[in-house]
T-cell receptor, first 114, second 111 residues
Framework: AQSVTQLGSHVSVSEGALVLLRCNYS??????LFWYVQYPNQGLQLLLK??????LVKGINGFEAEFKKSETSFHLTKPSAHMSDAAEYFC????????????FGAGTRLFVKA | NAGVTQTPKFQVLKTGQSMTLQCAQD?????MYWYRQDPGMGLRLIYY???????DKGEVPNGYNVSRLNKREFSLRLESAAPSQTSVYFC??????????FGPGTRLTVL
């Protein structure tokens, strides 16, 4: 069985500050891991994904995430927040053995203060 | 490439009414999905179709039916709408275990 836990339903940072959004997963098979972003009144779009290649994954808009198997974590970071980063972020996991389902976390809403 | 399209964008129903949400993708993906999004609960899978001709229940299938009309189209039907089905509905498609591509969503209110 697979599951995803996102720590913190809301995170607030100042513009220019570090963004850290936390995600822990549980998977009985080697996982594929994803971060998606959702802007207001839009669908989700992919930020980055881990598919068993490099453990440090770089995505769009300056975001990156590191896969840590020992900690079962896949935290999302960005060195310097911009106002345009304000959105909701979802961590997700799927199995890499041909399964068709993706399990999403509950989401973390990021607020960026001027 | 339009990606994933959904109709309608907004809908208001009365309890007991029925409706069908339409979804189409032009990326030649095999798998298609229907999710609902509720505050604080992330996305929950209603039904999915791993390939044309197959459909399977997800986490919250009660009150819904689906049809995979062809490779492009996957519709979601509410036979007798209930207020608990007030939500935002997203359709998505993907190839095997890779990235999902989402439609813009349908905001449904059931009075």
């Amino acid at each position: 069985a697979q599951s995803v836990t996102q720590l913190g339903s809301h995170v607030s940072v100042s513009e220019g500050a570090l963004v850290l959004l936390r995600c822990n997963y549980s998977s009985s098979v080697p996982p594929y891991l994803f971060w998606y972003v959702q802007y207001p009144n839009q669908g989700l779009q992919l930020l980055l994904k881990y598919t068993s290649a490099a453990t440090l994954v770089k995505g769009i808009n300056g975001f990156e995430a590191e896969f840590k198997k020992s900690e079962t974590s896949f935290h999302l970071t960005k060195p310097s927040a911009h106002m345009s980063d304000a959105a909701e972020y979802f961590c997700a996991v799927s199995g890499n053995t041909g399964g068709f389902k993706t399990i999403f976390g509950a989401g973390t809403r990021l607020f960026v203060k001027a | 490439n339009a990606g994933v399209t959904q109709t309608p964008k907004f809908q208001v129903l009365k309890t007991g009414q029925s409706m069908t949400l339409q979804c189409a993708q032009d990326m030649n993906h095999n798998s298609m999905y229907w999710y609902r999004q509720d505050p604080g609960m992330g996305l929950r899978l209603i039904y999915y179709s791993a390939s044309e001709g197959t459909t399977d229940k997800g986490e919250v299938p009660n009150g819904y039916n689906v049809s995979r009309l062809n490779k492009r189209e996957f519709s979601l039907r509410l036979e007798s709408a209930a207020p608990s089905q007030t939500s935002v509905y997203f359709c998505a498609s993907r190839t095997m275990v890779d990235t999902q591509y989402f439609g813009p969503g349908t905001r449904l209110t059931v009075l």
